[in-house]
Nanobody
Framework: VQLQASGGGLVQAGDSLRLSCAAS????????MGWFRQAPGKEREFVAA????????YYADSVKGRFTVSRDNAKNTVYLQMNNLKPEDTAVYYC??????????????WGQGTQVTVSS
């Protein structure tokens, strides 16, 4: 499945952004979808994931309570609503897909990334 992430930008601390990730296949509902990010000089880290049917969202502790992952299988799209953004959220954000299963690892399809920059 091909993934196309969008919605990044430059915002101030406390602002919100919504990232979108559109998938190329109508088999989208077969996949667990995840969001990851990579800040300059750091390793890529898990942010959030959602199961094939939209249930059981799972979050990294660093974003819990501020970010919300959701999906619309009719539109083959997964979203990441990011509220109360902090400068430490600055990173390139990637969406990823994996067969139904775990949330944090095992992803074998990756989008191209979208830059999120949060100024203080």
């Amino acid at each position: 499945v091909q993934l196309q992430a969008s919605g990044g930008g430059l915002v101030q601390a406390g602002d919100s952004l919504r990232l979108s990730c559109a998938a190329s296949e109508n088999t989208f509902s077969r996949y667990t979808m995840g969001w990851f990010r990579q800040a300059p000089g750091k390793e890529r880290e898990f942010v959030a994931a959602i199961s094939w049917n939209g249930g059981s969202p799972y979050y990294a502790d660093s974003v819990k309570g501020r970010f919300t992952v959701s999906r619309d299988n009719a539109k083959n799209t997964v979203y990441l609503q990011m509220n109360n953004l902090k400068p430490e959220d600055t990173a390139v954000y990637y969406c990823a897909a994996r067969p139904r299963g775990g949330y944090v690892s095992g992803y074998d399809n990756w989008g191209q990334g979208t830059q999120v920059t949060v100024s203080s």
